[in-house]
């Protein structure tokens, strides 16, 4: 719970601006974003290049290979050539959008992302969406009727799944559902051609998955809503509201959930890198052919150079969507921008 | 004479926190429920017999269902589930314990570093913290869990080094608000060192609430400790209840319908976390007068 709000309230109070302009807050926010992307960049190449040692003895380890072949692999690789060059090599090789060549696949690490990408996008999108209707609607009903049998129950389900390992619940519903819906994959491999076939399939495929990431991440929308509509309950504006003589769902409707909308608006960005870590587990247990399940293929091997580009795209996602948070908290937020 | 009033006063604080903790039934209920399960964990060597935990001379047949001899059905090798899961019981809270500590350990240095040093130290400190912040701590434990050997040490610290900047913020908050107070500039002007005032003024003020928080992280670093080794990153020679849902998956018996395997292992995670998270927001409450009378 005090995560929750924790991430709520990531931007802090005293960083909000002050009566600088909106050109001098971006650009604030930009280089930040920029640092923090060159630091990801770097601990990729301290975690991946400098910790393990030496790749050229990993990929040999079970081959006899001759001190010729050696040499011709380490040229290949890079692996010759001081480190600084080595990191030269590798930023370079960043800005070009290359991120190297996996060691299990033997093919470009960004094309492997690229083709994993759309699964998850399908997934998180799906589940996202699904989580931000149910956990709004949720969470305004229980801030409304605070202390009534709905509100405790509903918060009491939210702080249990908030406890619950997201691959336990995925496991759960595959021995609950019983072979209702396919244990794993995207598609049946007996399903037509056509347009309608393949949706059904691919839709047939996203319930189980879809519903195990929904339930863990709709929760922290609903006790963010809560939170934020029980700050706003004894405000005038609605005492002023209900003197008009309004009805009581028009007070709810018209005032107050507009108003305590906007922390959960952010959330949704906020939020992306919970999301992440729920698509490696989630696509694990479903073998979901996301970034999620690449990502533990490539640590079975342990496939380096794919695991170094999971993680830089991964980790440079986050924090384009914190970017993007902050930045829509302002244009949202008239009271942030006028300070 | 002074040194026996001061354990006076301490005890009647410890009482006075102990009723307010008291008083919230979950927090109580939780900490018991706590008591009992370490008790077993510790115990487990004592009350059971390691020799059913071999695999290559396991008592059962395999994915037997609950009976009189194996109250929770055995796994994939023949084992008793039941033991299974109470010797996890042991990786899981010896890994929960340790990478707590450690993240709790950097966190509150970092935290009132950035804390007391101004300007450039706590620019920098602030910088990294966010950093770590919005870094996807499972994507981040995941890669120092590949990289470095595997075993129940790089759990812990692939854990400990990923969760440490909310305990980090919190503690820097803390610390900002003990330090715009007047003793401390009392303190300044009599002379008192960088050492003087955080060791005498600020550590006692913020250690209160760094030990609610604590409670906090334990469940965070169970889950975490559960997730890493359901993906097989923990040591392959300890049972914990992250690696017996691993082999359940693996092995097809979830597939297969053996609720028993799958059931004890993950009710366990449930409750522990539940009862750390009701034991540090009671412990919140009591230590930060601001949260009385929210819910």
């Known amino acids: ?339 | 004479m002074t040194a026996a009033i001061v354990w006076q006063r301490r005890r009647a604080a410890a009482a006075g926190v102990w009723r307010e903790f008291a008083a919230n039934r979950g927090g109580l209920a939780g900490l018991v429920i706590l008591a009992v399960i370490v008790l077993l964990a510790v115990l487990a060597p004592v009350i059971t017999d390691p020799s059913g935990l071999d695999v290559t001379n396991a008592p059962g047949r395999p994915l037997q269902p609950p009976s009189g001899r194996f109250p929770l059905g055995t796994d994939i090798d023949g084992r008793s589930v039941l033991l299974l899961t109470l010797w996890g019981a042991r990786v899981s809270l010896l890994v929960g314990f340790a990478a707590t500590i450690l993240s709790v350990l950097i966190g509150t240095i970092v935290g009132i570093a950035a804390g007391h040093f101004g300007r450039w130290v706590a620019g920098i400190l602030l910088r990294l913290t966010d950093f770590f912040l919005v870094l996807p701590s499972l994507v981040l434990a995941i890669a120092l869990s590949t990289v470095l050997p595997q075993g129940i040490a790089t759990i812990i610290l692939a854990v400990g080094v990923t969760s440490w900047p909310t305990t980090a913020r919190l503690v820097r908050a803390q610390t900002l608000t003990i330090e715009s107070r007047p003793y401390i500039e009392r303190a300044k002007a009599l002379g008192g060192g960088h050492l003087h005032i955080v060791g005498k003024h600020v550590l006692p003020g913020v250690l209160p609430l760094v030990l609610a928080n604590t409670t906090l992280v334990v469940g965070n670093s169970i889950i975490a400790e559960s997730t890493l080794s359901f993906l097989g990153l923990g040591d392959p020679s300890a049972v914990s209840w992250g690696s017996m849902l691993q082999r359940a998956l693996s092995s097809g018996a979830v597939t297969g319908g053996a609720w028993w395997y799958l059931l004890p292992p993950g009710l366990a995670i449930v409750v522990i976390v539940l009862c750390f998270t009701l034991v540090g927001r009671a412990l919140e409450t009591v230590v930060n007068p601001r949260l009385k009378g929210h819910s």
């Open chain 1, 1 to 339: 719970m005090t995560d929750t709000l924790a991430a709520a309230e990531l931007i802090d109070p005293d960083e909000r601006p002050g009566r600088t302009g909106t050109a001098r807050f971006l650009l604030g926010k930009l280089g930040g974003a920029v640092t923090s992307l060159l630091l990801v960049a770097a601990l990729g190449f301290l975690l991946f290049r400098l910790i393990p040692g030496d790749p050229v003895s990993t990929l040999t380890k079970d081959r006899p290979t001759s001190p010729e072949q050696i040499a011709d692999l380490r040229a290949r690789l890079g692996v010759d050539k001081p480190l600084w060059q080595q990191f030269l090599d590798y930023v370079g090789g960043l800005a070009r959008g290359d991120l190297g060549t996996s060691f299990g696949y033997n093919r470009p690490v960004a094309d492997l992302i690229a083709e994993r990408f759309w699964p998850t996008l399908l997934l998180v999108g799906t589940a996202t969406l699904l989580a931000v209707t149910i956990g709004l609607w949720l969470g305004v009903r229980a801030a409304w009727r605070r202390g009534s049998a709905f509100d405790r129950t509903q918060t009491g389900i939210a702080l249990t799944l908030w406890s619950v390992p997201q691959f336990w619940l995925g496991l759960l519903l595959l021995i609950a559902t019983h072979g209702l819906f396919p244990s794993g994959g995207m598609r049946s491999p007996d399903a037509g051609p056509g347009f309608f076939a393949q949706a059904g399939t691919i839709a047939y495929h996203l319930v189980l998955p879809c519903v195990t990431l929904l339930a863990v991440l709709y929760a922290q929308y609903m006790l963010v809503m809560r939170s934020s509509l029980l700050g706003e309950m004894d405000a005038e504006y609605l005492t002023t509201a209900r003197a008009k003589g309004l009805r009581d769902d028009l007070v709810r409707r018209r005032h107050a959930v507009p108003n305590a909308l906007l922390p959960t608006v952010t959330l949704v960005f906020l939020q992306f890198g919970m999301v992440v870590s729920g698509t490696v587990t989630v696509e694990t247990v479903f073998s979901w052919p996301g970034l999620g399940l690449l990502t533990y293929e490539a640590l079975r091997v342990p496939d380096l150079p794919l695991l170094q580009g999971v993680f830089l795209v991964l980790a440079g996602s986050v924090i384009v969507m914190n970017l993007i948070a902050e930045v829509l908290y302002r244009v949202l937020d008239p009271r942030v921008r006028a300070r």
